[in-house]
């Protein structure tokens, strides 16, 4: 898969996503701003990638001009932490990795830094934080490969699947969580076929999902969000998967616009409903999903498709760009500690043990 950021020597260079499956461009990301922007702005996205992307941005905070000292310096961390945790409410991984990374800063300058500022000191701070940085990407990596073998084995016999958004390679250090189930599972002859519903206003299924899937030659067919009962109902679909943007302790779980929807309907199919997840993506200081934040986006990307106005001018829209299933809905968590089924608080605590 092609690379999704790039951290170097000044700078991380972040794929930007809004461009594919046509163009592969690449921004580049001088300062915590610039990295917090092409969060926002969904250049980059995918809960785990932006955790990854914000962890690499905060970095960034100690590549520009050697602070004059080190209370320079903690306010300037302080500020870039905010930033970043300001640029998208949802998926807990960013704040998670931010807050990782700005403890490990504080507590450094802190152990470490007297009152007059040492070069060496900070040399070994800006080092001690990119290292951290490259840890969360690389937990990542190895989460999303245990997560995906964890979940191929609940695949019994070879089914169609469903997925929505996109959960895979692009949205993630690894292989992806939804993706990464679904890849390993048909590399074990358990997928027959997916249904990737294109996710409207993003469009991350019939941009991303389609390329990966493409991609990896797995058989896929894009549907419209709005086919998905019928679907269900005519095509034999066997289970539905999708990612995962925060869970709650009592395993409510945000995921992209439209998973709730999905969750209803394989219930009233009689399909078995999974979210696939990294450990990190559970917040057990949210209680349920009622205190989850819903991110609303701008109502104009609901308006416009690629730049082009669909609705009278004048029209009013709204763009939830999450929604939370209910655990009840969910048939199992695959994460890379185990699988949490059924969906009961007291389980998602063991996991997260
Ligand atoms: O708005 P996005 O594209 O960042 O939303 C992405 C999703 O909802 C994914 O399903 C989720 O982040 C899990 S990615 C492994």
Request: proline share 5%.
């Amino acid at each position: 898969m092609i690379a999704r950021i790039i951290p170097k020597k000044n700078c991380l260079e972040i794929l930007d996503q809004r461009l594919l499956p046509h163009r592969i461009v690449y921004l580049r990301a001088l300062t915590p701003d610039d990295a917090a922007k092409a969060i926002k702005d969904m250049a980059t996205r995918g809960a785990p990638l932006i955790g990854c992307a914000a962890a690499y941005g905060y970095a960034l905070a100690l590549n520009q001009k050697a602070p004059s000292g080190w209370r320079e310096l903690s306010l300037r961390l302080k500020k870039a932490a905010a930033v970043l945790k300001a640029s998208r409410p949802t998926a807990v991984a960013l704040a998670y990795a931010v807050d990782r990374l700005h403890g490990e800063a504080e507590k450094f300058i802190s152990e470490n830094c007297k009152k007059c500022f040492d070069k060496t000191a900070y040399l070994r701070l800006k080092k001690l934080i990119s290292d951290e940085a490259g840890a969360v990407f690389g937990e990542d990596v190895l989460a999303n490969k245990r997560l995906s073998l964890s979940g191929a084995k609940l695949f019994k016999r070879p089914v169609n699947v469903m997925t929505i958004c996109n959960a895979g390679a692009l949205a993630t250090a690894g292989i992806g969580t939804a993706l990464g189930v679904i890849q390993k599972a048909w590399e074990k002859g358990k997928i027959i076929h997916v249904y990737a519903c294109e996710t409207r206003p993003y469009l991350q299924g019939a941009r991303l999902t389609m390329f990966e899937l493409l991609r990896n030659k797995i058989p896929a067919t894009l549907i419209t969000d709005n086919m998905a009962a019928h679907i269900m109902k005519t095509a034999g679909i066997g289970a539905v998967v999708a990612g995962a943007d925060r869970i709650a302790a009592n395993g409510d779980t945000a995921n992209k616009i439209g998973t709730y929807m999905l969750a209803v309907l394989a219930r009233y199919h009689k399909i078995p409903f999974y979210i696939a997840a990294p450990v990190p993506t559970i917040d057990m200081k949210t209680p349920d999903g009622g205190k989850i934040p819903i991110e609303e986006r701008s109502q104009d990307e609901v308006h416009k498709i690629f730049g082009s106005r669909i609705s009278p001018k004048g029209a009013k829209a709204r763009h939830p760009a999450f929604d939370v299933t209910p655990a009840e809905l969910i048939t199992a968590i695959i994460t890379e500690n185990g699988i949490i089924s059924p969906v009961t608080r007291a389980n998602v605590e063991k996991i997260t043990a």
